[in-house]
């Protein structure tokens, strides 16, 4: 038996989470990934690559982004939701 480096509380030696608060042991866990950036994609492009990178960002596929995208644009009237597809295609740095 092993002390939990977190709440104190005895567990297994072979444990890799405590099951008294949850927290895990091993180094892999502790640490956190870095955040992901919403970037324009360079291979997944039609137009600017605003879908092919918010797909990547949001792990969808890249088709599904893209009928959604027409279909919000279409849906907005045409102008206003070009209007915001433009303005992000400035403003979100290529990869």
């Known amino acids: ?3 939990c480096p977190f ?4 567990i297994e030696d072979a444990a890799i989470k ?3 608060c ?3 042991l091993t180094p892999n866990h ?3 990934s870095p955040p992901k950036k919403f970037t324009r994609s360079i291979k997944d492009r039609q137009f ?3 879908c092919g990178g918010f ?3 949001a792990n969808l596929d890249v088709s599904l982004v893209r009928i959604l995208t027409f279909l919000g644009i279409l849906f907005t009237g045409v102008l206003p939701g ?5 303005v992000i295609a400035m403003m979100v740095p290529e990869a």
Do not use: P, T, W
């Open 55 to 57: 797909a990547a960002y």
């Open 82 to 86: 070009l209007f915001a597809y433009i």
């Open 18 to 20: 405590c099951k008294h």
């Open 30 to 32: 502790q640490q956190s």
């Open 22 to 24: 949850g927290e895990f």
């Open 48 to 50: 600017s690559g605003v």
């Open 1 to 3: 038996m092993k002390k």
């Open 7 to 10: 709440c104190a509380e005895n």
